[in-house]
């Protein structure tokens, strides 16, 4: 039934509203992706949108046409007038048993909402397509001025914004350092770069930051996040698996610049492609990553169902930025994914032979056949480099020629390189079993009601891509994972430059030009600079899906390299810096914070691929592991140093240094991690063998530096933070130093407890309570806030 109102009232109303809206909006125009939609998502669409299963009223306000229909009912949205139109009525209404959404939802309508409302409807009730739907449009740039820079000028402008300043050289160049290869620039790096006025010295910088092999470790933290890597299954009892050449597969990628298309291509049917060779049967593996049970009792249609869905929910978060997980058992009730459109997908994988993993045995690392035995794939190019090295050098060796007028000191010289080198061949001259994936006949795939994997009374269905996107015409054969590949990196599909270009702002700007990094459907943040997300991801395509070039366009900025400090301005009228208009400062992600304290330490092993490292970890940590039980046993060698991009990820029980620090279990695709500031995070900066054994070592190298106390204090200081310290900040340290040297002088167990951490041999030519107290100091250091933050 109609809510009717007086007319005097309904008037009132009605112009209050109206009134409302244009002090909230101004001048500017309302637009419904971005002011009406977002309402209509999160408070109508659960009932009244795509889900037909579920949709009260017969009414769709997600379609213009049943919004404004009048059949069998009041229209809900009469365009032009606010106050004739049901919708209007029923969110205004004080009628606890009319108004909507109803009390039960637990959602409500502010009046702001309501005013926005009305003035759309008052404007005609316009609907526009989903904006992440539309294939993106690139806009025309100025020649001569940087495309980012020209179209984020144009919106400042609009808004009469200005800019913060560039920031300093030596804050450029250790955001740029820690952005692109995840670790602290070198105090050389630093006075080369702040003392250098040559113009092109950035770009240059650039460019070699992004050919260091140490890039594609830093681009590989962020693609494990989102396929969710790990070495362990997940269920059960967690044991592990056979991945690692995938996670130097990856690396290699980047560090080689991969087009993403082929990148792409590779991992969702490296198997299919023709000469498919080893490359691509380890890329292959990136379908067999998601959980799996080894338990002898699982019922096998279960969890071929549960392997099904985690890789379609996989698929959407990686490259659709869409929760096709929401369709397993109904229609989406937000986007129009239909509870069809999941299992043509799901169908698309019904290749996948993951009948042979049901070995049943509980035995760790646990066979996940079909498997190969292969070379890591930056160990075989690192084999290779050291074979050739290792052949020159014999050959000047045992040249006759060359030992007449070779003088002892190069032959020497050229022993010690080939020692060397063949101590590291045999290092690197690994094989290592890696899951692939394998095609067999496709098992069928039914539509499960309510996703019951025990009900077989739905349809067949064919693989295929949803008819809301574009389509993909295969000439009447059956739809591949080649082809869901070629159809992913289409010039004409709307999502997947977006999505990736999105993730990469989001990288280098701490949030998204849509913060939903993970959804861009109804649900999704319509982009603060939609303009700019649409250019990027034009562009990306253009360039050939050429990561490096996008990566680049972004750092050369002017925008990148502005200051995050607020001015005064934009604190108070942009304060979460959805404008831009300035950097922005966040806290390192987990594997980096680690990483920094080896490298300012001088323990970091820069050894790139091959196996993975297991750093220290608290004792017991694992004694609620079965099936079977374990213990973990920490690398005793030069392993205890390498990047955490290594770290062994133990999905269960991940690393606690990891969790401290918000790394993700790896269970489910990760878009954006979350930053947490815990007592904990303090207390591992504090505790954690790895940053106990990284200070003491950054003290040892600080005594052993020419000078007073205050010359080594600031020593440390620049190492670590890039910069020159301030008299009070070492005023404060000098305090530490004295109270420290006074406390481990009267407690000389202390000492020895403090020196005894980590496997690093202690240095017997310094006083050891000096170096407990250097390494409090060290400590201190490393727990700054500063420390752990991208400025």
Known sequence: MRVRFPIIRRFVIATLLLMIADGLR?????????????????????????????????????????AVSATNRQPAIVPGKPDASELIARISSSDSELVMPPASTGKTLTAEEIATLSTWIASGAEYQPHWAYVPPVKPVVPDG??????????????????????ADGATRLRRLSFDLVGLPPGVEDVDRFVGNANPQAYAELVDRLLESPHYGERMAMLWFDLVRFADTVGYHGDQEHAAQPYRDYVIRAFHQNKPFDVFTREQLAGDLLPNSGDEQKIASCYNRLLQTSHEGGVQVKEYLTKYESDRIRNL???????????AECHDHKYDPISQRDFYRFAAIFADVDDLRSFNGKDITPTLREPE??????????????????????????????????????ITRRLEEVWRN?????????????????????PRPIRIRPRGDWLDESGPIVDPGVPDWLPAADVGGRRFTRLDLAEWLTSGQHPLTARIFVNRLWALYFGTGLSRSLDDFGAQGEWPSEPELLDWLACEFVESGWNIKHMVRLIVTSQAYQRSSQPTPELAARDPENRWFARQSAFRLPAELIRDNALEVSGLLVKRVGGAKAKPYQPAGYFQFLNFPKRDYAADADDGQYRRGVYVHWQR????????????????????????????????????????????????????????????????????????????????????????????????????????????????????????????????????????????
């Open 652 to 791: 269960q029980y991940l690393h606690p240094m990891l969790r401290a620090f918000d790394a993700p279990m790896r269970e489910e695709c990760t878009a954006k991690r979350a930053i947490s500031n815990t007592p904990l995070a303090a207390l591992t900066l504090l505790n954690d063998p790895t940053f106990l054994e990284a200070a003491r070592n950054l003290a040892t190298n600080a005594l052993r530096q020419p000078g007073a106390d205050d010359e080594r204090l600031n020593w440390i200081w620049k190492r670590t933070l890039s910069r020159a310290a301030q008299s009070d900040e070492i005023e404060n340290l000098r305090s530490v130093l004295v109270e420290s040297r006074r406390e481990f002088g009267a407690y000389p167990q202390a000492t020895a407890s403090l020196l005894g951490v980590g496997v690093s041999a202690v240095p017997t030519d310094v006083d050891h309570v000096e170096l407990a107290a250097w390494t409090t100091v060290c400590r201190v250091i490393l727990n700054l806030h500063e420390t752990i933050t991208r400025n």
């Open 372 to 409: 190969i035995t292969v070379a890591s794939p930056l160990e075989k190019d690192r084999a290779e480099e050291l074979r050739a090295e290792i052949a020159t050098c014999e050959h000047h060796l045992l040249s006759a020629a060359d030992v007449l007028t070779r003088p002892l000191e």
């Open 145 to 166: 001025v940087h495309p980012i820079d020209a179209l984020l000028a144009r919106s400042h402008q609009a808004r009469q914004l200005v800019p913060a300043e560039l």
């Open 316 to 326: 959407g978060g990686v490259w659709l930025g869409a929760t096709l997980g929401c």
């Open 26 to 66: 101004g001048e500017e125009r309302l637009i419904y992706n971005r002011d009406v939609r977002p309402i209509l998502a999160d408070k109508c669409f659960a009932c009244h949108g795509p889900d037909a299963g579920h949709r009260a009223a017969d009414l769709r306000l997600d379609q213009r046409e049943s």
């Open 421 to 441: 080198r063949t101590q590291e061949l045999a290092q690197v001259d690994n094989l290592y079993r890696c899951m692939v994936t394998e095609a067999i006949t």
